[in-house]
């Protein structure tokens, strides 16, 4: 039997919860056709801002608006409270991770998590071994991704250490509100998000290697025909920095300047949005031409820093994941306030026999998969596709986990029959710098827009709401 889902609104059927009284009210008293103009003319906001995303692979339709849901998701200021505590317990211990991979692997020698998950891992780079970096920061802005399935129990669902995005649709989601809803705005009092900007800015100055004066950072995107194209732009502008390209930076003297119209201009921080095998053709891959030849001798020399470091996609591999438990209890001596989703590792013989047997009722995902591609939601596939899946288990159980199909929260979605129940999860990003770690109330709330559907991805469908965390 499907277990019922719990709906941020009105918990298990006992009535509205205290945090979306407000929300509630207001839901009730409005004009039947006021939320439809409202969609409208959010859509219209969107279009003309230029908010897209691309999706690889397909020929019609390449650039996509993503789906706003104009009813918030609420979540109360004592919830929230809990729930960064532990987003910053859980990097502090990805950041003491990546150190330690990349240094003397002690968890490893600690017999915590087996070798071969790092060294096999396709995200590893050996380039990093004993690289020093400014505060240790690996994982400057992390993006973790959270499940609810009660009033109190939270799950992480993945870690996002490499390149997290959707930040911007956070903020943007948010100005679309207060233009169309000031009236519930002045009912409560909202956290702002639009710190993040400044935040995010703090962070990456924090861990400039040249001190004393102000740090050049610049946002280094692979072009305007990378998918996030829109967001490496975006947050560029509020961030007041340069949007560049590799061709606008070059390496001299184990330094990194930036070509200017008043002639070359060091560069100390450089926010990257470009994944690690394009960054330098002289290291990785020779045929990229996205990269900056000679960045890593600079980043080696401690001419320059990365955010995030190269090499911290190891740490979201979703192998590693299942270990997080014992990682935060490894470097900080301290019990997870926040969970992990129950995982199988298919990699372990017992793991793939039960996994096999019960595929029916399992999600069972690639180690490095994102996006929502490859993977099998047991419940929602056929007979026909459960046997494909369960082959490509048997040639390479190392490269599937499998968790149980939770009963992910709801929230109410404004679809085209009305305002309906819809599964939900939540992005908060986690800014850490060398100074201190910074959280801005909120996150991205990623919604699945069609009935019954677990997959919020935004390739698969999915929409994305406003997050309100109340103040007191």
């Known amino acids: 039997m499907k277990p019922r889902a719990f709906d941020e609104m009105g918990g298990f059927g006992e009535g509205c919860r205290p945090c979306y009284a407000a929300l509630k009210r207001w839901l009730d008293d409005a004009p039947s056709d006021l939320l439809d103009q409202r969609r409208k003319e959010a859509e219209l906001l969107f279009r003309r801002i230029g908010i897209t995303f691309a999706v690889y692979g397909e020929q019609a339709a390449q650039e996509r608006l993503i789906p706003f849901d104009i009813i918030p998701r609420v979540i109360a200021g004592e919830e929230w409270r809990k729930l960064s505590l532990g987003l910053e317990q859980r990097v502090k211990a990805l950041n003491a991770f990546l150190k330690d991979v990349y240094g003397n692997r002690e968890i490893v020698r600690a017999g915590v998590v087996p070798e071969e998950l790092i060294l096999c891992n396709p995200y590893f780079r050996p380039e990093m071994a004993q690289l020093r970096l400014v505060g240790d920061i690996y994982v400057a802005i992390a993006g973790i991704d959270v499940v609810r399935v009660d009033a109190d129990t939270f799950y992480v669902l993945e870690d996002n250490a490499r390149t997290p995005s959707g930040v911007s649709y956070m903020l943007e989601n948010r100005e679309a509100m207060i233009r169309l809803f000031p009236e519930l705005f002045a009912r409560q009092s909202i956290a702002p998000v639009d710190g993040y900007p400044d935040e995010l800015l703090a962070t990456l100055h924090s861990i400039t290697p040249r001190r004393g ?27 007041g920095v340069e949007l560049v390209e590799g061709r606008d930076l070059f390496v001299r003297d184990e330094m990194v300047f930036m070509r200017t119209t008043q002639g070359p201009k060091r560069v100390d921080v450089i926010y990257s949005r470009i994944d690690d095998d394009f960054l330098d053709p002289l290291v990785f891959r020779p045929d990229s031409v996205l990269g900056v030849p000679g960045l890593m001798l600079a980043y080696r020399a401690g001419n320059v820093s990365l955010a995030n470091a190269v ?9 590693i994941y299942s270990y997080m438990p014992e990682i935060v209890r490894f470097y900080l001596g301290e019990e997870p306030i926040l969970q992990n989703v129950p995982t199988w590792r298919c990699r372990e013989p017992e793991a793939l026999a039960y996994v096999l047997d019960h595929l029916g009722d399992l999600v069972v995902k690639e180690v490095n998969g994102s996006g929502g591609y490859g993977m099998l939601v047991g419940p929602a596939a056929d007979a026909a596709t459960r046997r494909l899946f369960a082959e490509k288990l048997k040639r390479r159980p190392d490269n599937f986990i499998a968790q149980p199909t939770l009963a992910l929260s709801t929230c109410p979605t404004f679809v085209g029959s009305g305002i309906a129940p819809r599964h939900v999860d939540l992005r908060p990003f986690v800014l850490t710098g060398a100074d201190k770690v910074r959280i801005v109330p909120g996150g991205l709330t990623r919604v699945a827009l069609v009935e019954g559907s677990l997959v919020v991805n935004s390739s698969q469908g999915g929409g994305t ?3 309100w965390i109340l103040g007191e």
């Open 311 to 319: 090499g911290t996609g190891v740490a979201d591999d979703k192998a």
């Open 465 to 467: 709401k406003d997050t």
């Open 213 to 239: 004066e102000e740090p050049c950072v610049v946002l280094l995107t692979p072009g305007p025909y990378n998918s996030a194209y829109y967001e490496h732009s975006f947050l560029a502008d509020k961030l």
